[in-house]
């Protein structure tokens, strides 16, 4: 029998795989995908935020990156490979060897140069075109690849969903014009509402930070779930969705001021939180009692550029949101600051979470090195003069408290004036960004255009969080007996339990002809001929996920059925071997 298995066929007997589940709930664990991924023995941790793919793992991982190859190749764009360790070189060119942060791990080689493990590949792709692209008629072009990730986040946790190495999507397209910058930002756009579905998760898009700023277009794909970090308004009459600390800025009162870019504050005497917010056209919404502007800063305390603030809504003693702010070049300009400023800021101020001071909390603090800012703000180093205690929803082992949100915005009117908002959490599976010429001004690359002149072109980038979309998916597709895969994502579609195969060749050897006429047929089916009693054979075979259970038993067999059950039916059918294939193939 074996031997009709053809040697490529890869291991899906379970005897020859390895599958390693266990019943026990992890106590490390604190969202439901990280939970069921240990159990299930998809994942194990080598060290803060790396984790190692188990064969079980890996098969679903290959899942989420074959649905977006296959779509980015529909899509137009082509596959490259890049270093994941790049020279620190590159990085001095755009200013973000300094500017990136503690997210960038940096390494030296023998001979002590400076490199750094990628954590996104802007500076890569750009070196490559400039050395590529020569002409216009080059573009426009699409690279993408699929690559390992590292970023050394602050608080690693929940898995692999906010890992320090992770699985990227990432893909950078190059344009000689703005309009076709466009039209690109819309093809991937398009193309990742269809990664998505086809993966068959619940997302939406929604309007990201720079979107309100000006200029930069930008969208994030949130996974919708309550475990997500992310809090993201829509509105219930139209498609408005934003990140909902857009929403807070661009609140019906606010939206014109906000529209219009960046806000200069040029009065340094301005002394309280509410001016601040006046001045960055930011309505505070009717529930949140204050707000305050707190200093954050960067690596090394630079006082030209790249500090940054974090406008924080506070109600009681929680802050309700928080509005990210950065200072640009030039002083007195702000943009909205990254998560990744914001991340690094949190975790460099170990005593920024002590108790609470009510009085302190609702003031305006800065960082003291800004020296335009030093006649309205105070020093944020100085102790006491950071909110203190606060509930800051991303450093909480418990999601952030959904309530405390909904009062800031649920109910509010739309922004765009069709109907009210409502929230949901989200997790980013994706980012698609408009960068315009940033990166390739800082390094210099230009083509040829028609009329032979040097050109400068626009780049736009779009992120996928390929190992963060397994963990989100579980997030939506789960119940109390394990997790149950969407057809696309599942490690294997169906699994053929035999019961009893060591004392039943019969069993055994029906079972093994319908699994290999399955796989013949193309579905990707696994044979659970383990041996294990039934029990604790159904239990793996729903902790993992499968969609669809076939098991062969000795009374089916004399029935000449097959018992038949969906992982989401409450109960099995006995289906003859024609109706086995009219569900599957
Ligand atoms: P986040 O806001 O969650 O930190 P990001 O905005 O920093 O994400 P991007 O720079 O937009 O991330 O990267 C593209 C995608 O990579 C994200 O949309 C996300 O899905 C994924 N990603 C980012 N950081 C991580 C991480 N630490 N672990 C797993 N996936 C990640
Ligand atoms: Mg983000
Ligand atoms: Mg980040
Ligand atoms: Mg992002």
Redesign the pocket.
């Known amino acids: 029998m074996a031997a009709s298995l053809r040697p490529e066929v890869p291991p899906m007997r379970l005897s020859q795989f390895h599958l390693h589940t266990s019943k026990e709930t992890p106590a490390e664990a604190e969202i439901v995908s990280h939970k069921l991924m240990l159990k299930a023995g998809m994942i194990r941790k080598l060290a803060a ?1 790396l984790y190692t793919w188990s064969p079980l793992g890996l098969r679903v991982l290959r899942k989420v990156e074959r649905a977006v190859r296959e779509e980015m190749n529909a899509a137009g764009a082509i596959e490259v490979l890049m270093p994941s360790v790049q020279p620190k070189e590159l990085w001095e060119e755009t200013g973000r060897w300094e500017k990136f942060g503690g997210q960038l791990l940096k390494i030296q080689d023998r001979k002590e140069a400076w490199y750094c493990y990628g ?2 590949h802007e500076e890569v792709i750009t070196d490559f075109a400039r050395n590529e692209l020569a002409s216009y008629k080059q573009l426009p072009v699409n690279f993408y690849q699929i690559q390992t ?1 590292f ?1 050394d ?1 602050i608080r ?1 946790r929940f898995g ?5 190495e ?3 999507k ?1 893909s950078y397209s190059f344009h000689l014009t703005d309009e076709d910058l466009g039209l690109e930002y819309r093809n991937m756009y398009d193309t990742y509402g269809r990664i998505f579905t086809r993966l068959g998760l619940k997302f939406r898009a929604v309007a990201a930070d720079s979107g309100a700023i000006g200029g930069a277009v930008s969208h ?2 949130h996974v919708l779930a309550d475990s997500g ?2 809090a993201i308004a829509f509105s219930s009459g139209s498609d408005y969705a934003a990140n909902i600390e857009l929403a807070e800025a661009v609140s019906p009162g606010a939206r014109p001021a906000a529209q219009e870019g960046m806000r200069k504050i040029d009065t340094p005497t301005q002394k309280t939180c509410e001016d601040v917010a006046a001045l960055m056209g930011i309505a505070l919404q009717r529930t949140v009692k204050s707000v305050a502007l707190m200093g954050v800063d960067t690596e090394g305390g630079k006082t030209d550029e790249g500090s940054q603030f974090v406008l924080a809504l506070v109600r009681g003693d929680h802050v309700v949101n928080e509005i990210k702010l950065s200072k640009l070049a030039g002083l007195g300009e702000y943009r909205l600051a ?3 400023e914001i ?1 690094q800021h949190l975790g460099s101020e170990p005593g920024f979470l002590g108790p609470v001071a009510p009085k302190k909390a609702i003031r305006v603090v800065a960082d003291r090195s800004v020296a335009a800012m030093a006649d309205f703000v105070v020093g944020a180093n100085e102790k006491g003069f950071h909110l203190a205690g606060v509930n800051w929803g991303r450093d909480l082992p418990e999601p952030h408290d959904v309530a405390d949100i909904r009062n800031v915005v649920e109910g509010d009117a739309s922004p765009d004036g069709h109907g009210t908002l409502g929230i949901a959490r989200g ?5 698609v ?1 408009q960068l315009g010429r940033k990166y390739a001004e800082a390094m210099k690359l230009t083509v040829l255009d028609a009329n032979g002149k040097a050109a400068t072109p626009a780049m736009g980038c779009y ?3 390929v ?3 397994v963990a989100a998916a579980i997030e939506q597709n789960h119940d109390d007996n394990g997790i149950a895969w969407p057809e696309a994502m599942a490690p294997w579609n169906a699994v053929v339990c035999v019961i009893n195969p060591k004392n039943d060749a019969a069993v055994a050897e029906a079972a093994l002809a319908l699994y290999a006429e399955l796989n013949a047929a193309g579905v990707e089916t696994a044979l659970d001929d383990r041996g294990l009693r039934p029990g604790a054979m159904f239990a793996d075979i729903e902790l993992i996920g499968i969609p669809h259970r076939i098991v062969v038993s000795e009374r089916g067999l004399a029935a000449g059925s097959f018992e038949y059950r969906h992982r989401l039916a409450s109960e099995a059918e006995n289906l003859d071997r024609a109706a086995v294939f009219a569900r599957l193939a």
């Open positions: 935020g954590p996104t990730k970023r986040e690693p692999v969903m906010r890992a320090r992770f699985l990227m990432d994030e794909f970090e992310d990254t998560e990744e991340d997790i980013e599976v994706g980012h960004f992120g996928i969080g190992s963060r979309i």
